[in-house]
């Protein structure tokens, strides 16, 4: 987790990623995890048996962060088609909201392509900028997911 996450290239799209990230803040996360309500999925991101990501939904919103050494190659795509169909899979799953920091074009590539739709620009805090950013927000619907998944196959 910290080799991928001490890393402000990385760390700088996210909003609850300090930078520098360390041996203490790993822990954190992890008991975070451990203690996390229902209403999260998060799940490892992994080659190889490494870890090299991690992605989740919380209170039907997406997020992700892939370590840079495999920017570029699907995994990012890969994990979050999974978990956008996976959360669709279930008669809960209605709606996705998401969000990428202006200037993050891998992460808004991956989002379209999933079917999101733009809604709007919005400000959000980063933890690892140590300020408010401008990001795009968006959103997926069931019936957007379906459109998008058929155009897939």
Known sequence: IVRGLNNFAVSQWTASIPFPYGDGDALEFLKLTRE??????????????RLIGVISIEQDEIGYWLAQPHWGKGYGREAARAMVDSHFGTPDGQSLAANYGIGNTASRRILLGLGFAETGPGREYSKANNAEVDVMQLELSREAWAQAKGRRR
């Open 36 to 49: 996390a309500e229902a209403d999260l999925l998060r799940l490892a991101i992994t080659l190889e048996d």
